[in-house]
């Protein structure tokens, strides 16, 4: 059975079933990621001191710490993204002058610490905690920022804390939203300005702010390009000035203006007029003044992120939280509008009219948060009584008290609905009718599926018949969001369908006795109200192929930009196993899709930085995630229906669920081998310094300034992080159920790890280098050398393809060699240090060498070792062995008969010459003398 839907961005808890019919899991309400929290300590100065008393009674170490890390690093970062290594911060309490500050240890920058002033905490009026929460969240966040390698701009630096402070409901009372001097004030006059960002150019904009300054010196230009439509935020400045100043000019109350007013402080600043991210803030009037003076009017009401934008308040904080923000916004605005009733004045209600709503946009405002509020309000109750662990569920006054909020709730936005087909006096258009329409169709499927999950049934009704009202609301709603994230392609209606709609969507088909072959899109195609004409007219106005087929593509632009087929069958490692679950096909061709996209991209844009590329996975990996959960709630379900493992489907899951989970660790594999670098950082080169923009005032060039070595060790830390979560991600594929049963696959995955562990021994190497410690770098290097001896890589990927956990054995030749040459390299170097550091302690010793200079003329002195000029030779002189040379063998030559040497016959002479001696009455033949002294052949 499908998982229980969540409306929107929030989850919904478990509905308790008859014990026939397994029953669903329950989700937290906090859409939120638990991030890896650092080692937290606290250290009073001074127990005795009466800050330290406040400082306990008011904050729990062990709750309140942990929650704030886990606020900043959600505001600052997705789970995905590259973060700070702080492994440690300690909060030091203690008497000084000032109120807080952020510095890291001298001998490791990685461990924080906080130090607060005491004597503040002591002063502290009224209720502390909320202030002491906000000190620590706006420390916390210079623990984990990026700043630029140190050379960002200090008031953007503060802005980013506040703003994170802002964000997490710490907000300080004595602040004011202010537009006055220049944008890098700092603190919360930065910090508004920020959300003023956030706001305008979407959710994420802090997020990407914040990573761009990760890597090089602070660029203000591109850095605030990058984050916010290429615009300059001298420029976006100005902006907000006008956007504060328009907003205190349509006041009605003058004395109760925007600018100077201090912002709840539990509530973050919204600019719930904001323009769309790729707005000019100048194309309309965000606040549609009553005073018709100007011609500019709002494309659209932006009813759809107005409730998205509030309902982000429940990430860092419960439904109950959420509906107190909600009265106090609805009581802001009614005073706004004249619409409050006064103190000791009975309640009469004030109906609005289209023409109220065409003349301020307030008024929808005022009908969106009275339906938000009631919504709150039910999913506040179901959460606090889904708790209950007495099997008992919901029943009795308490389902009634919930089914008649969501009633209210969507009661107010057919209201709504009703005032904006009124097109001439609301002069509302297409879009603001569908997304309202929307809305309430949510609304109205969330007060159905109350009615059929418990207690309020016909038992004359099938199921199907039943249900059928619940999958008839989230059927129109699901095809009106689909229709506007295929023409905008708008993140807000994304997270709609993948939150909220779709999942409710297959919970109502499951109760319906629907197939699960079916997919969700045929359902909700099946169960639109067609006979709505007019409906119809405006969905296909938006997109022609909301309720129907597209048309085969004809080209491959076509192919990459229309859906892929959606597949019945998946291989893994030659075993085919048929998708039993029409949510996971259309996962895996939503996978397909991104891969296409991802391959178009990284083959035109080869120069883009590795940020940008890495950037560009987020969709295969947001869409493979998406495959990897449909494929667990599928046999999740199976498993509540105690399917025997040896049933087919079963089976088939199973290998799906290997293939789907193993291709999601590959495409991270991809990310993390992109952000390491060329050739999976196999070299490291120094990065060249930035030119100044502004020449020199004596007109004289800069200097050429190498690469600090702070900086290199900096890089070649964050590559052994990456190696890291790639040797991790590598290990997780051997937890997967069924993995180790394959031998063979183990010993590929096992070579794989042994070839990113030789990578990341040879960067730790060469950090080794870059301290002079070249023993440690050869030990690394020939352990590098030994986890690549038995690497045996395939060649079966297509050269374009991405990079992912795939290795061709080009890689593993290139890694090998080059480790094999710097080896040799390092090897050398160290023999060299070696004969430096020999010669150094003899030269630190005077010492000399014993050998006469005679016998030393071929080699040149050891440095720091003195030549002894008066031992020249050795006197007196030793009988010692000579060498036998070739001339004493020449004289051997003549004596020995050697073998294979026939001997030569003396020839006679005829007669001797008169003046050659005579023996024995004869002439005797005397053999002419060769050779050096006449010795020789």
Aim: aromatic letters at 8%.
């Amino acid at each position: 059975m499908p998982a229980v839907p969540v409306y929107f961005q929030t989850a919904m808890p478990a509905i308790s079933l008859p014990s026939d019919e397994p029953s669903p899991t329950t989700t937290l309400p906090i859409r939120k990621h638990k991030f890896k929290t650092p080692k937290i300590r606290l250290h009073l100065d001074d127990i005795s001191h009466d800050g330290s008393s406040v400082f306990l009674s008011n904050i729990k170490g062990n709750e309140d710490l942990e929650q704030q890390v886990q606020n900043v690093l959600n505001l600052l970062y997705d789970h995905d993204t590259p973060q700070p290594g702080t492994r440690s911060v300690t909060f030091v309490l203690r008497a000084y002058q000032g109120l807080a500050y952020t510095t890291g240890i001298e001998l490791d920058e990685d461990h924080k610490e906080i130090h607060i002033n005491l004597d503040y905490i002591a002063k502290l009026k009224g209720e502390p905690r909320h202030e002491i929460l906000g000190v620590i969240c706006h420390e916390l966040v210079h623990c984990f920022q990026w700043a630029a390698e140190g050379t960002c701009n200090g008031g953007l630096i503060e802005g980013v804390a506040d703003y994170v402070r802002l964000n997490a409901g710490l907000a300080a009372k004595h602040w004011r939203q202010e537009a006055n001097g220049k944008w890098d004030g700092g603190y919360q006059h930065t910090g508004y300005f920020l959300q003023y960002l956030e706001e305008r150019f979407g959710a994420g904009t802090i997020k990407r702010l914040n990573q761009g300054l990760r890597e090089g010196e602070y660029d203000e230009k591109k850095l605030f390009g990058g984050c916010c439509s290429g615009k300059e935020v001298e420029q976006l400045w100005k902006d907000y000035r006008e956007e504060l100043a328009r907003r205190k000019s349509n006041e009605e109350q003058p004395s109760k203006t925007e600018e100077g007013k201090t912002i709840p402080t539990d509530t973050p600043p919204k600019f719930e007029e904001s323009n769309p991210p790729d707005a000019q803030l100048g194309d309309f009037d965000l606040t549609c003044s009553t005073t018709h003076e100007t011609n500019i009017e709002p494309t659209t009401m932006e009813i759809t992120p107005f409730v998205a934008t509030h309902r982000g308040a429940l990430l860092i904080g419960d439904y109950n939280v959420y509906r107190t923000q909600l009265s106090r916004q609805l009581l802001a605005i009614r005073k706004r509008l004249g619409r409050a009733t006064a103190k000791k004045e009975k309640f009469a209600k004030k109906e609005i009219s289209a023409s109220d709503v065409s003349s301020n946009i307030e008024f929808v405002h005022l009908l969106l948060l009275t339906a938000e509020r009631a919504w709150a309000h039910a999913m506040f109750m179901k959460t606090s009584h889904g708790e209950d662990t007495s099997g008992k569920g919901i029943t009795g006054s308490t389902r009634s008290h919930i089914i008649s909020r969501l009633s209210k709730a969507a009661k107010t936005a057919s209201q709504l609905v009703e005032l904006l087909n009124d097109r001439g006096t609301s002069k509302a258009n297409d879009q603001d009718v569908l997304e309202a329409r929307a809305y309430r169709s949510s609304l109205a499927g969330a007060e159905e599926f109350e009615k059929q999950s418990e207690g309020q049934r016909d038992t004359e009704q099938s199921n199907e018949q039943r249900w059928q009202p619940c999958l008839r609301s989230y059927a129109e709603a699901r095809v009106i969001y689909a229709a506007l994230y295929e023409r905008d392609r708008k993140e807000v209606y994304r997270d709609i369908l993948a939150n909220t709609i779709d999942p409710t969507i297959r919970y109502a088909a499951y109760q319906a006795h629907l197939s699960r072959t079916i997919a969700i899109p045929t359902i909700a195609k099946r169960y639109f109200p067609s006979e709505d004409k007019e409906l119809v007219g405006l969905v296909e106005q938006v997109d022609q192929y909301a309720l129907k087929d597209k048309p085969v593509p004809k080209n491959d632009e076509d192919k990459q930009a229309s859906p892929q087929d959606v597949p019945n069958s998946v291989t893994w490692r030659g075993r085919k196993a048929n998708i039993v679950d029409a949510s996971i096909g259309q996962a895996l061709a939503a996978v397909t899709a991104a891969e296409a996209r991802l391959r178009s991209y990284l083959t035109s844009n080869e120069t883009a930085s590795n940020r940008d590329k890495a950037a560009a996975y987020d969709d295969v990996l947001t869409a493979s995630q998406d495959a990897a959960d449909a494929t667990k709630r599928a046999t999740d379900e199976l498993e509540k229906e105690r399917v025997d493992e040896g049933d087919p489907r079963m089976q088939d899951l199973r290998v799906t669920s290997l293939a789907v989970n193993y291709d999601l660790i590959s495409w991270r594999v991809g990310r993390n081998r992109i952000l390491i670098g060329d050739d999976d950082g196999l070299s490291f080169s120094p990065q060249q310094p930035k030119k100044a923009k502004r020449p020199r005032k004596d007109g004289r060039p800069y200097s050429e300034k190498e690469e600090p070595r702070s900086r290199k060790l900096a890089r070649l830390r964050e590559r052994v992080v990456l190696y890291d979560a790639t040797i991790q991600s590598i290990n997780s594929v051997k937890d997967l159920r069924g993995a180790m049963r394959d031998a063979a696959f183990v010993t590929e995955l096992e070579g794989k790890e042994a070839y990113f562990r030789a990578l990341k021994c040879l960067n730790i190497s060469y950090s080794q280098n870059l301290l002079d410690g070249h023993l440690n770098a050869l030990a690394l290097l020939q352990r590098a050398n030994e986890l690549l001896s038995d690497l045996s890589p395939s060649d079966s990927a297509a050269p374009d393809a991405p990079p992912t956990l795939h290795l061709t054995s080009s890689s593993a030749e290139a890694a090998q060699k080059h480790i094999s040459a710097l080896l040799s390299c390092t090897h050398a170097l160290v023999e060299l240090h070696k004969l430096e550091a020999n010669a150094r302690v003899a030269a630190e010793k005077n010492m000399t060498s014993a050998f006469p200079l005679v016998q030393n003329l071929n080699a040149y002195p050891t440095p720091g070792v003195q030549v002894d000029l008066t031992n020249l030779v050795q006197y007196p002189p030793k009988v010692q062995p000579v060498p036998v040379k070739p001339l004493f063998l020449d004289v051997a030559w003549n004596y020995i008969d050697y073998p294979g040497r026939e001997k030569e016959v003396p020839v006679k002479a005829a007669a001797a010459p008169a003046d050659e001696p005579m023996v024995n009455g004869g002439q005797e033949d005397q053999p002419k003398k060769r050779g050096w002294f006449g010795f020789g052949r």
